[in-house]
C-alpha cells in the first residue's frame, strides 16, 4: 500500500507554525516512515506532482499569489487543515485591516518618517511582486477548510496528535492543556 | 439659549410631580416642544429629577422616536415593512427623495424635512402608509408625493392631506369583539360577583391570552390576586408591534370602550386600582379620542371612586405612550419601559404576576384579551366556551394584508383553516401564508389545512399571504433586518446572531452559498434560537427555521459548490484597491 502523501503551505505567516511542525523533534523520523512528503518549504518541492490526502497551511491571505496557491491547494487536497491563528483570522498580519490598504502603502512609502525626503518614494510596482489585497483573509474566507488548529502556533503535540488522528481516521482527542489558550 | 430650555424643562418635569418613573414622559414633552432631545437637556432633566445623567441618557438613547440631534420641521417617517415593500414602499420613498433631493436619514438644507424609514405602523392593510409629524397616510402611490410636500411646504396641516385617513377594513364582524356593548353592563355584573368569582368565570371560559404566548388568562389573574401585596398593577398591552398585525388598532378605534371595560373588570378581579394602557408610539394618533373616551367613563362612574356605586372599589387608567421599539411588546421590557426606563426585557423568574410594575405584581394583558373578559362578563363562560375548539375557545381577530383582495381585520372562529381564510379574504395563487407575524411561522401550501389555533397554528392575529410571484426568501431575509433593528441588544446570540445570520443568508440569497454554507445557516438559527434571552432573540431565527425544511427547493437553486472555492471570495475585487495604489494594471497581472 502506498504511503499517504501531504503536503504544507504558508502564506502570510512567520513560519512559526512550520517550526512548530519540525518541533516534533525526533518523531519525524516516524513522520517520514508514515506519509510521504509533496510540495511543502520543508523539502522546497514547489509544484504538486500528484493528489495529496492531508495539506497542512499555515498564515492568512494578504495577496493574489496567496490566493493562488491556496486555491491550488484546494485543488489538490483531499483534507485541508489550517493551523494557526494566522490561517484562521489572519492573525497579527490581519491588523493592518484597520487601516485602508491605500493609507498603509502611502504612510510606508510615500510619507513615512523613514522615508528619505518628500516625493521621492514610489509604491513598489514591479509586475513580479505580488498584489497586496484589500484585506488580510482568513483561509476559510477564500476556499473551504475542513479542520481548524487554533494557536499560535499550534503546539508540536497538537499537530502530531491531529495528523496521526486523520491519517488513521481515527476521533481527534485533545487534551485540554494543547487547545487552552489564555 | 440654555436658559430658555432650561426653564421650559423644568416646566415640563414639575408636570409629572419631577417622578422619575415619568422620565419617558418627560423626554417624550421635550421632543414634542424642542423637536429632540440634546445632550444638553439630558443632563438638565438629569439635574432636575437629582438622578444620574447616565440614567437619562441610557433611556433615551433606547427609542427611535426620541430623536438626539434636531430633525427638520416635518418629520416623514416611511415603513419599510415587509407587506409595505411588497406594496410599492421603496418606489414611494424613491419617490420622496428626488422631490426633496436627500436620501433617507438626512434632513433638507432648509430643514424642513427630515426622511427616515420604520418598522411596521400597523396599516399594513392599506400599504404603503407613512407618518408625518406622527399623523398617518395611507395607500400612497409615487404620484402623490410631489403634491404632499408641496401642500406641506404651503402649510397646510399634515392631517387635511387626502392621504391622512386611516380606513377601519373591518371586513368580518364576529360575536365577541364586534358586537354591541352597553357600557358599564359588564362590569355591574362583575361587581355582582366576588373577584374570585369574577376569575372563576373566566376560567370557566377558557379564555387564553391574545398576545401571543396564549396563557390562560384566569391563571394569570389568579397568581396576580395571590401575591402578598397590597398593591397590584394592571397593564394593558397595546403596543401592537408585530409586523402585519393592526387588529389592535381596529378594537382601539371602533370598541375602545370595550377595552376599558375588560380593564376595569380585570383591575377588580386582582384587585389593582392601577390600570396603564401601553399604547405603541405609531398610534399617538388615537391618543386623543382614547382620552375622550375615557373622560366620559370618569363622568359615568365607570372609573374613578367607588366604580358603579360600589363601595370602595377605585380603578382608574393612564395611557403610556411608547416610542418606537417592538421589543417593548414583550411584557418584561414593556413594564420597564411603562416605569421610565429603556424597554431592555427583565430576567424571569420572577414574573411580573409576582414582581411587575414597580415592582408590584402585575398582570399584562392583551388589548383583544381584556374585550374577550368583558363580554365573558357579559354573556357568560359558558357561552363563550361553546365558540372555537376545545383548546382554543372564542373567537380571533386576523390582520390579514399582502396578496389578496381584501385586506382588513376579521373576527373569525378558532379552527378556520388557512384555506377557508384564504378563500374569505379573496387570495389565489398563494405561495406562502406567514402566520404570526416575523416572530411566526412560514406555512406552505400543502399545511393549508392547519387551522388557526394555539393547539396547531397560534398567532397573535398577523396573517401576511404572498402570492406565487413573491420573492418569498427576500421577504423572510427582510424579516431577519427588521429582528436585527429591535433588539435591544442584551445578549450576544441575539444581539451578534441575528446579524451572522443576516450575512450568511444573504450569500445564499445571492448564489454564493455552498451547501456548507447552508448547514452553518441552520446552526446559527438554532443557536439563535435557543441561546437567546427573550421572545425577541429566540423567535428571531424562525423566518429561516420555517422555511428551511418545507421551501427546501427556493434555498437548493440557490446553492453552488464549486470545487471547494468559496464563491463569497472575488479575487479581483479584492487586488482591486492595490493594483491602483501602486499604479499597475489589471492586464499586468494574471
Ligand atoms: C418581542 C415580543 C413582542 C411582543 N409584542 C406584543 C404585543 O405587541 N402585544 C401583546 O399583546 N403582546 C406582545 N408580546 C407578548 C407579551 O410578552 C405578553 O405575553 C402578552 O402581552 C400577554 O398578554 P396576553 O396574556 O393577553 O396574551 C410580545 C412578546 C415578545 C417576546
Ligand atoms: S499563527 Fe503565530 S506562529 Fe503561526 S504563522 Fe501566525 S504568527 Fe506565526
Ligand atoms: S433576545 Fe434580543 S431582545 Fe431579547 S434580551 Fe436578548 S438582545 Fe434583547
Keep these: ?182 | 439659549m440654555t436658559h430658555h430650555y432650561r426653564e421650559q424643562i423644568k416646566n415640563i418635569a414639575n408636570k409629572y410631580g419631577n417622578d422619575r418613573g415619568y422620565l419617558m414622559n418627560i423626554a417624550q414633552d421635550i421632543v414634542k416642544e424642542f423637536g429632540y432631545i440634546s445632550d444638553e437637556m439630558v443632563a438638565h432633566v438629569a439635574e432636575i429629577l437629582n438622578i444620574p445623567m447616565v440614567q437619562v441618557r441610557d433611556m433615551v438613547s433606547f427609542y427611535s422616536f426620541l430623536p438626539r440631534k434636531p430633525l427638520g420641521k416635518n418629520v416623514i417617517r416611511l415603513s419599510n415593512a415587509v407587506i409595505e415593500r411588497m406594496k410599492g414602499a421603496d418606489e414611494v420613498g424613491k419617490a420622496f427623495e428626488k422631490e426633496l433631493g436627500i436620501s433617507f436619514g438626512e434632513t433638507t438644507k432648509d430643514n424642513l424635512f427630515t426622511l427616515l424609514h420604520t418598522a411596521c405602523i400597523g396599516l399594513s392593510d392599506q400599504a404603503p402608509g407613512a407618518l408625518i409629524n406622527n399623523v398617518p397616510l395611507t395607500n400612497l402611490k409615487p404620484a402623490d408625493v410631489p403634491q404632499i410636500i408641496r401642500d406641506i411646504k404651503a402649510g397646510k396641516n399634515v392631517s387635511d392631506l387626502p392621504q391622512a385617513r386611516v380606513l377601519l377594513n373591518l371586513k368580518k364582524e364576529g360575536e365577541v369583539i364586534c358586537a354591541p356593548l352597553e357600557s358599564g353592563q359588564a362590569i355591574r355584573n362583575a361587581l355582582n360577583m366576588k373577584p374570585e368569582e369574577v376569575i372563576a368565570e373566566i376560567n370557566k371560559s377558557r379564555l387564553r391570552g391574545r398576545g401571543g404566548a396564549g396563557f390562560p388568562t384566569a391563571m394569570k389573574w389568579d397568581f396576580c390576586r395571590k401575591q402578598k401585596s397590597p398593591i397590584r398593577y394592571l397593564i394593558c398591552n397595546a403596543d401592537e408591534g408585530e409586523p402585519g398585525t393592526f387588529k389592535d388598532r381596529v378594537i382601539l378605534t371602533e370598541y375602545p370602550d370595550l377595552v376599558f371595560e375588560g380593564m376595569t373588570i380585570a383591575g377588580y378581579a386582582i384587585g389593582a386600582k392601577e390600570g396603564i394602557m401601553y399604547l405603541r408610539g405609531e398610534y399617538a394618533y388615537l391618543l386623543d379620542n382614547l382620552e375622550k373616551v375615557l373622560a366620559k367613563r370618569r363622568h359615568l362612574g365607570l372609573l374613578g371612586e367607588n366604580i358603579c356605586g360600589r363601595e370602595g372599589f377605585s380603578f382608574d387608567i393612564r395611557i403610556q405612550l411608547g416610542a418606537g421599539a417592538y421589543v417593548c411588546g414583550e411584557e418584561s421590557a414593556l413594564i420597564e419601559s411603562a416605569e421610565g426606563k429603556r424597554g431592555a426585557p427583565r430576567d424571569r423568574p420572577p414574573f411580573p404576576v409576582q414582581k411587575g410594575y414597580k415592582n408590584e405584581p402585575t398582570s399584562v394583558n392583551n388589548v383583544e384579551t381584556l374585550c374577550c373578559a368583558a363580554r365573558i362578563l357579559e354573556k357568560g363562560g359558558e357561552w363563550f366556551a361553546k365558540i372555537g375548539t376545545k383548546d382554543s375557545t372564542g373567537t380571533k381577530m386576523l390582520s390579514v394584508s399582502g396578496d389578496c383582495e381584501h385586506p382588513g381585520v376579521y373576527e373569525v372562529e378558532y379552527g378556520i383553516t388557512i384555506e377557508n381564510l384564504l378563500e374569505l379574504v379573496g387570495a389565489k395563487d398563494t405561495q406562502a401564508v406567514q402566520v404570526g407575524g416575523a416572530s411566526g411561522k412560514c406555512v406552505a401550501p400543502k399545511d393549508f389545512g392547519r387551522r388557526i389555533s394555539f393547539e396547531d397554528l397560534p398567532t397573535g392575529g398577523s396573517i401576511m399571504i404572498f402570492g406565487k410571484n413573491r420573492d418569498l426568501l427576500e421577504c423572510m431575509h427582510q424579516f431577519i433586518e427588521f429582528f436585527i433593528e429591535e433588539s435591544c441588544g442584551w445578549c450576544v446570540p441575539c444581539r451578534a446572531g441575528t446579524t451572522l445570520l443576516e450575512k450568511k443568508f444573504r450569500q445564499i440569497l445571492d448564489g454564493k452559498g455552498t451547501v456548507q454554507s447552508l448547514a452553518e445557516l441552520r446552526r446559527i438559527a438554532q443557536t439563535v434560537k435557543a441561546m437567546s434571552r427573550c421572545g425577541l432573540g429566540q423567535t428571531s431565527a424562525n423566518p429561516v427555521l420555517t422555511t428551511i425544511y418545507d421551501f427546501a427547493d427556493l434555498y437548493a437553486e440557490r446553492i453552488k459548490e464549486e470545487d471547494g472555492k468559496l464563491l463569497t471570495f472575488d479575487l479581483q475585487k479584492a487586488m482591486k484597491v492595490g493594483i491602483e495604489a501602486s499604479g499597475r494594471t489589471m492586464e499586468g497581472v494574471k
Design chain 1, 1 to 182: 500500500m502506498s504511503k499517504p502523501v501531504v503536503a504544507t503551505g504558508h502564506f502570510t505567516g512567520c513560519f512559526g507554525c512550520h517550526m512548530s511542525i519540525l518541533d516534533i523533534d525526533e518523531r519525524i523520523l516516524d513522520l517520514v516512515e508514515l506519509v510521504e512528503f509533496n510540495k511543502s518549504p520543508i523539502n522546497d518541492i514547489k509544484h504538486f506532482t500528484k493528489p495529496v490526502d492531508i495539506g497542512i497551511i499555515e498564515g492568512g491571505i494578504s495577496n493574489d499569489e496567496n490566493a493562488e496557491i491556496l486555491m491550488e491547494f484546494r485543488k489538490h487536497c483531499k483534507i485541508l487543515v489550517a493551523i494557526g491563528a494566522c490561517a484562521l483570522t489572519g492573525g497579527v498580519p490581519s491588523m493592518r485591516n484597520l487601516v485602508p490598504l491605500k493609507e498603509c502603502l502611502e504612510e510606508a512609502y510615500l510619507n513615512g518618517p523613514t522615508v528619505k525626503s518628500e516625493n521621492t518614494g514610489i509604491i513598489p510596482n514591479d509586475p513580479d511582486i505580488p498584489v497586496l489585497l484589500d484585506k488580510v483573509y482568513p483561509c476559510h474566507e477564500v476556499v473551504k477548510i475542513d479542520y481548524f488548529l487554533p494557536g499560535c502556533p499550534p503546539s508540536a503535540d497538537t499537530i502530531w496528535n491531529a495528523l496521526v488522528a486523520l491519517l488513521k481516521g481515527e476521533p481527534l482527542n485533545l487534551d485540554y492543556e494543547l487547545i487552552k489558550y489564555d
